[in-house]
């Protein structure tokens, strides 16, 4: 599985936008992107997922350029609730459901 | 429809006693699978069940096991406990294997 690296922590203020990059050099053809968010003392919850190009839902969006050697999650606007560790795993979507997770990157959102 | 869920939310036990862990996926999700969180190691894979067998296992001692029933419930058990095995017990279920898992809200074990 590739190995992803992602800030330590970030700071941000309440409506700014957030934007956390990954880097996945050695992302693989059959990789898969995918961002969860874990808030202290829960399960991660599931962000968005995607291959290439740029993914949008309803919580955050994720741009991932031609080469796929990194990623960044956007999220729009952000309030004191965004405060959580956020997670960029790579891998097959046939990884047997044997997740890989990093450090994390752990983001405040001040008031 | 209701998430995963996960009994009890917190345990203490004692160096040497067993533990069971209970895990009921979001109905009709048939894999399970299992993490263990520690501020030092992160979050770890231990392992997964899919139709009432293991179908991958983390690099975690033989103490730790698990099963699934037939309704994809599954409950873990860590046998003679030792002080590291203090964490947050992490279940995750998703339809069928190499889907979204989606993760319950985790048994914290505390182990004296």
């Known amino acids: 599985l590739a190995k992803t690296t992602q800030p330590i922590s970030m700071d941000s203020y309440e409506g700014q936008e957030v934007n956390i990059t990954c880097s996945h050099n050695?992302?693989?053809?059959?990789?898969?992107i995918t961002w969860y968010q874990q808030f202290p003392s829960q399960g991660p919850r599931f962000i968005i997922q995607g291959y290439k190009t740029k993914v949008t839902n309803e919580v955050a969006s994720l741009f991932i350029p031609a080469d796929r050697k990194s990623s960044t999650l956007s999220l729009p606007r952000v309030s004191l609730s965004d405060t959580a560790v956020y997670y960029c795993l790579v891998g097959p979507q046939a990884a047997g459901n044997k997740l890989t997770f990093g450090g994390g990157t752990r983001v405040l959102v001040k008031p | 429809k209701a998430g995963v869920t996960q009994t009890p939310r917190y345990l203490i036990k004692t160096r040497g006693q067993q533990v069971t862990l209970s895990c009921s996926p979001i109905s009709g999700h048939r894999s399970v699978s299992w993490y263990q969180q520690t501020p030092g190691q992160g979050l770890q894979f231990l392992f997964e069940y899919f139709s009432e067998t293991q179908r991958n296992k983390g690099n975690f001692p033989g103490r730790f096991s698990g099963r699934q029933f037939s309704n994809s419930r599954s409950e873990m058990n860590v046998s003679t406990l030792e002080l590291g095995d203090s964490a947050l017990y992490l279940c995750a279920s998703s339809l069928f294997r190499d889907e979204t898992q989606y993760f319950g809200p985790g048994t914290r074990l505390l182990v004296l």
């Open positions: 050695n992302i693989a053809t059959n990789d898969y």
